[in-house]
């Protein structure tokens, strides 16, 4: 297990308001990459093993921290990046997340991990079984 610090954006929680995905706006949020959680996860992805990211904060702090090469790189900085249908991912390979709100970009950012249409045959058997939303609720895991 690695851990790293990030702090989550309030904007995290607002919905997408365009027509237009590529119009949206993200907000920014704050994360560090040390040294030893570069190399870990570097040596894992050498070795073919799969990274598996919890939740999408740590998600958007890892692909924004890739080099040209496919390497994970040492840094703190914020990140606007926005993850949603189409995103190839450079580094993680699997996603521990939460069931997410309608129209909000935590939704898409898993939308991206999977096809869209099963994602939502998934969201609708949630909805059934009366699972738990939003960030207190229950959780999925995607690969």
Known sequence: MIIFLRKVGLGTFRPVQTENVLEHKMHEESFEISEKAAKIINEAKTEGRRIISVGTTATRALESSVDKNGKLIVQKKDTDIFIYPGYK????????????????????????????EKMLEIYNLAVKEKYHFFSFGDSMFIY
């Open 89 to 116: 991912f450079k580094i993680v390979d699997a996603l521990i997340t939460n069931f997410h709100l309608p129209k909000s970009t935590l939704l898409m950012l898993v939308s991206a991990f999977y096809d869209r």
